[in-house]
């Protein structure tokens, strides 16, 4: 299994305020995908990174794959309420799909 | 009904009971996963069907036992479950290619719990 690690675990902001969201890994994969789950429901698709350096923008969101294809981000400018989620990402390889932990983010109104 | 569906959405279950997790995907997926989903832990992947043959088994214990009659249909057969067992059991399906694995598509979950 190809670990990933998410940080941080938690973090909680007010409404309009910056935040970055890592995931890193010592292995490279074939792609990095980034998913939000909300309570009561299963993950869903934000993003998948393919090349290494890669920066994608969704709206206000940010993805970013590392040069060496081990590690990514995500940054949310100015966050909302709706922004609210657990946030993973998940590492391509061998045709499966290997998860970080995740990171909880709260926006407070 | 669209995408992927899991039944039940709340199990609750003695050690002694068995029971059995549904999940049915209406996306023309060739692949379907079952993972385990517990506070604090990353996803664990627990079973893999790739064309309803199974690919991969990470060192799931015997109590759990996978089923895939046919490509959108898969169960997870449940008996003499331990508390440590309770977690959220997520279903998803995806299209393998030669481009590797695409995206996956969840279920809403089911949330079993072992007393």
């Known amino acids: 299994t190809q670990l990933l690690e998410q940080s941080p675990q938690f973090l909680s902001i007010q409404e309009g305020e910056n935040l970055t969201v890592y995931c890193n890994s010592s292995?490279?994969?074939?792609?990095l995908q980034w998913y939000r789950q909300e309570p009561g429901e299963g993950p869903v698709l934000l993003v998948t990174?393919?090349?290494?350096?890669e920066v994608k923008k969704l709206k206000r969101l940010t993805f970013q794959f590392g040069d060496a294809r081990k590690d990514s981000s995500l940054h949310i400018t100015a966050a909302q309420p709706g922004d609210t989620g657990l946030y993973l990402c998940?590492?391509?390889?061998?045709?499966?799909?290997?998860f970080g932990a995740g990171t909880t983010v709260t926006v407070r109104a | 009904e669209t995408g992927v569906t899991q039944t039940p959405r709340h199990l609750v279950m003695g050690m002694t009971n068995k029971k059995s997790l549904k999940c049915e995907q209406h996306?023309?997926?060739?692949?379907m996963y079952w993972y385990k989903q517990s506070a604090k832990k990353p996803l664990e992947l627990m079973f893999v069907?790739?064309?309803?043959?199974?690919?991969e088994n990470n060192s799931v214990p015997s109590r759990f036992s996978p089923e895939c009659p046919n490509s959108s249909h898969l169960f997870l057969h449940l008996h003499t479950l331990q508390p440590e067992d309770s977690a959220l059991y997520l279903c998803?399906?995806?299209?393998?290619?030669?481009?590797?694995?695409?995206?996956?598509?969840f279920g809403e979950g089911s949330r079993l719990t072992v007393l």
């Open positions: 998803a399906s995806s299209q393998v290619g030669r481009e590797g694995i695409g995206e996956l598509f």
């Open positions: 292995s490279v994969f074939s792609s």
């Open positions: 990174v393919v090349t290494g350096g």
């Open positions: 998940a590492g391509a390889y061998d045709y499966k799909l290997s």
């Open positions: 996306l023309g997926h060739n692949a």
């Open positions: 069907y790739n064309f309803k043959e199974q690919t």
